[in-house]
């Protein structure tokens, strides 16, 4: 669903990580590419708070940036976070560009046919609106003719489109799409008026609803609720049963749900990581 950095191009810069191993690192089968490297490589943004950004020393933080971190300790591997925007992802794995691309991706029939996920987290898509615009997002039709904003590339951006249609469809006005690279960019968009409202992941949207100290409120309906994983190359099975086994650890010692709450996101936790490589591995919690 993210919401990303979403350019076309691919990595712009690779940024290394201190994480290295541990003794739980024999557990968890290793993929030939973390052998082989001593590395564990992720396509990630880099700039999607609460799940990656930089912190106020330049220091990569966030939901996945430790979740990675602790994977790579399990695999006794070096993280490397290759910065890359969103829609270069997808193609990249399929291209063999990279084996992990670790952002919160939903499941789609059109990316399945080119990669397979290890869900993660679960969420759904959220509007945020500043609190004096909060009463005009009534009725059965709240965002027609409405400025919206989305991240490029995001399931937000192509959710937009649809709603946009059925806007027009009831004879109501469109929305007003507009689409940015960077998630702050949005959100100033709507401290500045220069939008009415962001959609955007139900779990990055109450993380700026806290931030943002009452500048942003989420409004209470939520769109396509579902899994969110990160992506693999298709049929990559060493790679998936690498992560699958280092998050099912972390499920299980507790690292997982502590990661997630000290963002506040402890709602958003599923019971135990697992496969997709088809619409119908897909899990309702």
Same mark, same amino acid.
Not at 14 to 28: K, R
Not at 67 to 73: H, I, P, Q
Not at 256 to 271: F, N, Q, S
């Given at each position: ?139 059965? &039709? ?11 590339? &995001? ?92 998050? &099912? ?37």
């Amino acid at each position: 669903m993210r919401s990303h950095l979403r350019m076309a191009g691919l990595a712009l810069a690779t940024l290394a990580a201190t994480w290295s191993g541990s003794a739980n690192a024999a557990e968890i089968t290793k993929s030939a590419d973390v052998k082989q490297t001593g590395m564990l490589t992720i396509a990630n943004t880099l700039d999607y708070a609460p799940f990656e950004y930089l912190d106020a020393d330049g220091k990569q933080t966030g939901i996945i940036i430790e979740l990675a971190g602790e994977v790579a300790k399990l695999v006794d591997a070096k993280l490397d976070v290759a910065r890359t925007p969103f829609p270069s992802m997808v193609p990249g794995l399929a291209a063999g560009r990279f084996k992990i691309a670790w952002e919160t991706f939903s499941a789609t029939p059109e990316r399945l046919k080119q990669v397979d996920f290890v869900m993660f987290l679960k969420a759904g898509l959220a509007v945020s609106t500043s609190p004096d615009k909060k009463a005009s997002f009534a009725g059965d &039709s709240p965002l027609c003719g409405k400025r919206i904003g989305v991240s490029a590339g &995001s399931a937000s951006d192509f959710l937009v489109d649809k709603l946009s249609k059925d806007c027009t469809d009831k004879g109501q006005a469109a929305i007003q799409k507009s689409v940015f690279n960077s998630s702050t960019d949005i959100v100033q968009g709507v401290l500045s008026d220069r939008l009415d409202a962001r959609m955007d992941d139900a779990t990055a949207s109450s993380y700026f609803e806290v931030t943002s100290k009452g500048q942003l409120v989420v409004l209470p309906t939520l769109y396509e609720v579902a899994p969110l994983g990160l992506a693999i190359a298709k049929d990559d099975k060493e790679t998936a049963d690498m992560m699958v086994g280092a998050l &099912s650890e972390l499920f299980r010692n507790g690292t997982y749900k502590a990661i997630l709450e000290k963002y506040g996101m402890g709602a958003y936790a599923i019971k135990e990581p697992y496969f997709v490589g088809s619409m119908e591995a897909l899990r309702a919690d």
